[in-house]
Structure formats: C-alpha cells, structure tokens
C-alpha cells in the first residue's frame, strides 16, 4: 500500500502541475487571444467572465457524477479535455469556435479542480499527515512554467497554436500515462469508512460547510486582486516603470511555491488552525504595505508578503472540509471548490470599482480586512477524529501540531 500510495501521490502532484501550466498559458496569453479573435474590450470581461462561471457548474455537477463514477477516473479524462480545448483556443479563426473551446475548458476545469483535490484529500488522509501543500505547490510550480512559456511565445510573436500545440502535445500523454496510478478514496480507506461514505452525500450541511467557503472566497478575492491589479498598481500608483511592473506577479507566484513547499511541515509541526492564522496576518501585512507603500520596491514588498500569507489558505480548506465531512468529502470538496470561481469573479471588479470610485490604495484595504476575517473562521480547521473499521475512532496525525507523525 505504500508504494500505491506514492506513486498516487506522484501522478497527482504531476495533475496538479499540468493544470498550472495550462491554465497559466490561457490566462496570460488573453491579450493574445483577444488580438486573434477581434474580441472587442467591451466583450472581453463577458469571455473572460464565462470560464469561471461554466466552472462552477462543472464542479457542481461533478458532486453528482462523483457518487456513481469515481473521482480518479473522472480526473483521467478532464484533464485532457482542459488540454484539447486550451489548444482549440490557439487554433481557432471565429468567435464561435473561441467560445465553444473557452466553454469546455471552464466545465472540464470545474471537474479537474473538484476531482484533484477530492484525490487530494483522500491520499492526505490515507497518509495521515498534511501533504495538502505540496499538491498545490505543483500547481505553482506548473504556473510559473505555464507564464514562462506564454512569454517565450509572446516575445518572439509566436501565434497560439504554435505555442500551444508542444504543451498538449508533451502534457496530455503524460498525463493518461500518470493517471494509471491515480489513487482514491475507494482504494485507500477500510471497508467500513467506505460504507459510511456511500450515503453520506446528504451529510454535507452547508451550515457546517459555510466558514470554509467564506474563507476560500476572501483566499480567490485577495489571489486575484494580485494577479489582476499588481501591474497596474505598481505603475500607475507606485511611479513604477512598465518593466518594473511585471515582477510583482512573479515574485507573488514565486513565494506562493515557496510558501507551499513549506508549508506542510509547518502544518505537522503548528497544527493547521495556527498556520492559517498565520497565513491571515501575514497577508493582511501584506495588503497594508502595498496601500501604504510610499514606492514601487516597498509595493513589491507587500506582495511578497501577500505570497508567503494567501498561499496556505486555499490548500488548508480543502483539507479542513475533507477532516469536516469524512463520509462524504467528495461531495464537500465540489460544493467547496465553488467558491473559487466566486472568489475570482467578485476580486477584480471589486478592487476596480473601490479604486475608481474611492483610490487604488484604499480598495487595497477591502481584502485585508476580508482576509482577516479568516482569523474567525480559524477553529473550523482544528483536526477532528475519523471513524475506521472495528468501530474505534482514531485521531488523525494530518494537521495535530506539534509531536505529529508520519506514515
């Protein structure tokens, strides 16, 4: 079972990094996107806006499709759907067939993110231990490939398809390949756990559910506040040069793989209700230096800080909902993972709308305090025990704090 367990490990954390790779690639190559298509700029947001929405269904209706098919298959075969239609994207001539790609890639997106982290939680919880972080600091790793690539092809004028079609072409094999060792809960927990979880989809209450997608909501507002508004903060606010003003979003994505890399050891060690806590203040800190930066290099401070802080929050409440609802995580993850999409959509508008109404420097503030409200929300992440075969309860190692063990 322990070779089982990592090679699952290992094929989930490339899932991860092919994700973080593609959506990277589509996400910075739009004005690219927009350029080839005629996309007008008052048609964009509606484009752009239709993604994360059409993901939000597809993670919703992966919590039903979850109770008849396993999640690792349904993983095995959305991920190359995000792959084809990304390249659909490239190689596309009309408005249509853009929209009829960026639409598969919102719903299979939606399925790829709820089923990863279903895998996620369900390997963490197999290892008794955190190794939530390290899932997702592939998908960091993969984002900063992703963005270094959308440059290369940027910087020599490469169009879409040409940039794209090498991605696909490495990535979807490898990953059909990976996805033979994907491990899910249905392999890894006893009998008994498994009863319990065949009709506990019902058990999800979404009052129990709410704290954590509150704080996965405030986590995407403050996320894609960074990557939507860092730029242009810096250089418009901050009297940065336009050169200068793309490091921030790099040196975010680098601290947030750094973060976390870390990042599960200090769970072991802490426990994860203080790393979040942690989290919060250090992203809070971060949030304030940016609105009170008196220059760009302080401004780049702040978002190194906003890094270190967010980038524990998102992987934790996923790990906090599957400790929540055992019988029933998978259900709990889909409805969770959600609020992702409604933290990405409500963040940038809403900075946009404060700073133009009020200031850029005071629209920093409104994620600060969102963020801090996690603090709140903190004891939903404490470790609760889980029910195992023979009717005994054991505590789980994941996320105890200091003194915690590992397989």
Known sequence: MTDVLRRGRASLSFGFLAQGV???????????????????NALLPAFLAAVPILAGVGSVTTERLVRRIRPSRLLRWSQPVVLLA???????????ELAVSLAAFGLAVGALDATMNMLGVSLQRAYGRSIMLSFHAAYSLGG???????????????PLAVSYLP???????????????YVDAAKTEAPAAQDAGEGGQQAVAFKLLL??????????????????????????????????A???????M???????????FGVRRLGAVTVVRLGALV?????????????????????????????????????????????ASDAAVARLNVFNYVGFLIGSPLVGALGDAWSYRGAMLVPMVLVLVTLVYAPSFAARPDRYGGGHERPRTADVGPGSNGL
């Open 22 to 40: 593609a959506f990277a690639l589509l996400v910075t190559r739009i004005p690219a996107i927009q350029d080839r298509y005629g996309v007008s």
């Open 86 to 96: 990304l390249l659909g994207v490239g190689a596309g001539d009309t408005m249509v």
């Open 144 to 158: 900063i490939v992703g963005a270094s690539l959308a440059w290369v092809g940027a910087h020599w004028d490469l």
């Open 167 to 181: 991605v696909v072409v490495v990535l979807l094999p490898a990953a059909l390949v990976g996805s033979r060792w």
């Open 211 to 244: 704290p954590l997608c509150l704080v996965m909501t405030f986590a995407y507002i403050g996320d894609s506040t960074v990557s939507n508004w860092s730029a242009k903060y810096l250089q418009d606010v901050l009297g940065s040069s336009e050169q200068l």
């Open 246 to 252: 793309t490091v921030p979003y790099n040196v975010y």
């Open 254 to 264: 680098v601290t947030t793989l750094l973060g976390r890399a870390i990042g599960d």
């Open 283 to 327: 992203a809070a800190a971060g949030f304030a230096v940016v609105a009170s930066a008196p220059g760009a290099w302080v401004g780049m401070l702040g978002f190194t800080l906003l890094g270190l802080g967010l980038c524990v929050l998102v992987p934790q409440t996923f790990a906090a909902a599957g400790r929540l609802f055992p019988g």
